[in-house]
């Protein structure tokens, strides 16, 4: 059983002009040991526009790192079709108009940080200078150290400032986080954030709700390689903070339900009514009062089972 | 809508292409263990094997044994430098350099060209430390033998850059010099580079890709059978073939998604 999806932009409308993603019916699938077939991404849709700073939200598994691998063109797909700020991901990528952090290694221990930048400087058509990269990135001052000497945060940073360099239209971020302790994990976001005020679009994969949270205007979850909810942080939010009652009530009529006060969404499945809203006493006085309904129960949930809801597929 | 950039000039790329080269070769150049192998080991091997006293005043062809083995040496050095040269592709790969290296504008066939590129800058770096040490220590050769005996020698290494590409991408490890090292050592034996090689030794080293390459740089010697530079040509061809094709099928089959 699918989520509820928070309504918004539908995805299958016709392809907006100029977006800075659009995926279409996705799908990769890999043949793992023992022979099975695993469908890592599984029909997914999403369009982005220019200057979104998207979180792109799920547990291990859910098909992200297969979707950005698709996005930048390193996977192709079974089927479905990526553009990329209107062309193919590879033509985006020559072009210098979208660069990546991906989740790990990419870096040679024996360079120092600066060299690393300068050497792939070199390989774009009009890099930023060095300097300036390292600046944005919050490195300037580690130029000089072994690649092989830094911590994760610093090498997760250096691959910030490598991503900078062609200065890209949209940048996308694998797990930029994973690993890092908590000061590094705020100095990154830090350093993301004091760049991404530039009006660049940002897709970020993650598995945290909280950098979901503050770091991103659009929360895009997915579960089994699909967007099971499309929403705002705070729409998201909203979803997580409320409550759901439930009741049987034979006969309901979804329409009437969603006009009583306080009511955000309707289920029905058979007899069964399930109100979801942020005011439960008003809803359960209401149906006590005004409707035959019986059985009734409420039950609350907080942001993290929200999302395990929506991501595990568990009801 | 938006358009791909144009392509800026030819010269500008060019202009580029050769940063990307410099600081690969510096990168390269600094690496103290490639240095030790490309450097200082084949000198140190000619000190040790090419100067008995009886070497220099002995001949072999148109100068003295010393020669000889200095020009053996200069292949074994130039090999060395080629085939870790080709294989730094296989540390790349293995520490997910070349991932990122897919997420600028770089393409596949300029990498490689560059890989080649530096692997031949180490081969000539190689050849020259060899012959110098050679041209001091009492290595006879004509003067025309020198120029072909050095051109020969690096040029032909070539062919293990090509097999140092093959090998690194056949195993993506950090540690494919230490399984290459003691490999292009036997096969350095097995070919006569060392030694020179008698009775069904020497029928059987002909097939070894370091006969080939051996043989064709002792040729301005003026000693080689005619029969034997046949058979070193038709060695170095077979096994350029195998080499490229084999890296060539390899890098195809990494770069397809």
Known sequence: MTSKVIPRTETSSPTPIGAAIELRALRKSFRVPGGDVVRAVDGLDLVVAPGEIVAFLGPNGAGKTTTIDMMLGLTEPDSGTVRILGSTPDRAISAGRVSAVLQSGGLLSDLTVAETVELVATLHHRPRPVEEVLTRAGIAEIGARRVGKCSGGQQQRLRFALALLPDPDLIVLDEPTTGMDVEGRREFWHAMRADSRRGRTVLFATHYLDEADAYADRVVLVREGRVVADGTAAEIKNLAAGRTVSATLPHARPAELLAVPGVDDVEVRGDRILLRTKDSDMVARHLLTETTAVDLEITSHNLESAFLTLTSGAH | ?257
């Not at chain 2, 000889?68 to 040269?85: D, I, K």
């Not at chain 2, 991932?99 to 000539?124: C, E, N, S």
């Not at chain 2, 020259?128 to 033998?145: K, M, N, R, S």
């Not at chain 2, 010697?221 to 046949?230: E, R």
């Open chain 2, 1 to 257: 809508m938006s358009t791909v950039v144009s392509r800026p000039v030819r010269t500008a790329r060019a202009h580029r292409g050769l940063g990307f080269l410099r600081l690969e070769l510096r990168r390269m150049l600094r690496n103290r263990r490639t240095m030790l192998f490309t450097l200082v080991m084949p000198p140190l091997f000619f000190v040790i094997f090419g100067l008995r006293s009886d070497y220099r005043t002995e001949s072999f062809g148109s100068g003295n044994v010393a020669g000889y083995v200095m020009v053996s040496m200069a292949v074994y050095g130039a090999m060395l430098a080629t085939t870790s040269g080709g294989a730094m592709v296989a540390i790349e790969r293995a520490q997910g350099w070349s991932r990122q290296l897919r997420l600028t504008p770089l393409r596949p066939t300029a990498y490689i060209a560059t890989k080649v590129a530096v692997a031949m800058v180490l081969g000539l770096v190689s050849v020259v430390a060899v012959f110098v040490v050679g041209a001091v220590l009492g290595a006879h050769l004509t003067a025309t033998a020198w120029v072909f005996c050095f051109l020969l020698a690096w040029i032909c290494s070539l062919v293990f850059a090509a097999f140092g590409l093959f090998i690194g991408y056949l195993l993506p490890s950090e540690n494919v010099m230490q399984l290459l090292g003691p490999a292009l050592a036997g096969l350095s034996f097995a070919g006569g580079l060392f030694i020179p090689l008698h009775g069904w030794f020497a029928t059987v080293s002909t097939v070894f890709p370091t006969y080939g390459v051996a043989t064709l740089a002792r040729m301005p010697f003026g000693d080689t059978a005619g029969s034997s530079i046949a058979a070193a040509i038709l060695n170095v061809t077979v096994w350029a073939t195998v080499f490229v094709t084999g890296a060539a099928v390899l890098f195809r089959r990494d770069t397809a998604r």
